[in-house]
């Protein structure tokens, strides 16, 4: 609370004038992030508006990094959470999974959204930090032509290209509600 009342211009007390601990602090700053996430709507296909509830959480979580992890822990569990959690379930069952595939489905889900984004997140960090000389030498330690695939897909991270049109979250999501589809069908 000291270094972010330093960083506010503040004395870390009068911060204690708005909340009451770190942990309100965080709890108001996942709320805003909450609201960034949009339910999936009532009406029309329920695979688009999963998807499109999907793609604002994800693209939330990318907004603000930090957050993605405090949603994994208890302090992820604001009532905005319990609103997408029961609208995501509720569209589930809409759709016509049973409430034992509904649990299942939910939870492969979120653990793709939430798992993805956390892997993004740490992809594009280690990527910022991993630059220049660090870079270099990285690149000069591994065998390349013993790992043809992968030099094929570093070359893809290197170049442009339609792959860099298409989102791989998006890719996943796509699988994912094609598979869940078929299983309805």
Do not use: C
Not at 81 to 92: C, I, K, P, V
Not at 105 to 134: C, N, Q
């Amino acid at each position: 609370m000291r270094r972010l009342g330093e960083e506010l211009g503040f004395e870390a007390m009068s911060l204690y004038r708005h909340v009451a601990n770190k942990d309100d602090l965080l709890d108001g700053m996942i709320d805003l992030v909450l609201t960034e996430w949009r339910l999936p709507a009532g009406d029309g296909a329920w695979a688009e508006a999963v998807k499109e509830s999907a793609q604002s959480v994800h693209e939330a979580l990318r907004r603000h990094p930090w957050a993605a992890r405090l949603m994994t822990t208890g302090a992820g569990f604001r009532p905005a959470r319990m609103r997408y959690m029961n609208s995501l379930l509720e569209a589930l069952r809409r759709a016509g999974f049973d409430p034992d595939s509904t649990y299942h489905v939910y939870h492969v889900l979120d653990g793709y959204i939430l798992g993805f984004s956390l892997w993004e997140i740490a992809y594009s960090t280690m990527a910022g930090e991993i630059e220049g000389p660090r870079a270099v030498k990285l690149m000069e330690s591994i065998p390349w032509d013993e790992y043809t695939h992968l030099a094929q897909h570093r070359d893809q991270h290197m170049s442009q290209g339609a792959h860099r049109e298409v989102s791989a979250f998006e890719v996943g999501l796509d699988l994912i509600l094609d598979g869940l589809q078929k299983q309805l069908a």
